[in-house]
């Protein structure tokens, strides 16, 4: 059974640092992009940044550049997202999911697989 989790969401202030991890189990998903999007309350999922199979390339929405990094960590099928200088706006679940093989996915529709998701709130 394949299996995605997330973890690492929390309640933080405005300014703060998160970092999320997505642990995948039941398959290895060295060749795969990964990615990460979120949802908040009343607003469809969107694209926050992905990352090739290779960890060598990385893309970002446009409101998280500078801000979020993501990497992974093949040999643990994990990949993570550092997300700095955190703002009320970023509060929303963070799902990761797994795209396309060797290569970035930045719809909805390149994904397979999804976690659960995990809750981050930023307080103002």
């Known amino acids: 059974q394949v299996q995605l989790v997330e973890s690492g969401g929390g309640l933080v202030q405005a300014g703060d640092s998160l970092r999320l991890s997505c642990v995948a189990s039941?398959?290895?998903?060295?060749?795969?992009?990964m990615g990460w999007f979120r949802q908040a309350p009343g607003k469809e999922r969107e694209f926050v940044g992905a990352?090739?199979?290779?960890?060598?390339?990385?893309y970002y929405a446009d409101f998280v550049k500078g801000r979020f990094t993501i990497s992974r960590d093949n040999a643990k099928n994990t990949v993570y997202l550092q997300m700095n200088s955190l703002k009320p706006e970023d509060t929303a679940v963070y799902s990761c999911?797994?795209?396309?093989?060797?290569?970035?996915?930045?719809?909805?529709?390149?994904?397979?697989?999804w976690g659960q998701g995990t809750q981050v709130t930023v307080s103002s």
């Open positions: 999911g797994a795209g396309p093989r060797r290569r970035i996915g930045v719809r909805l529709d390149e994904y397979t697989y």
């Open positions: 039941g398959r290895t998903f060295s060749l795969n992009g």
């Open positions: 990352i090739d199979w290779s960890g060598v390339t990385t």
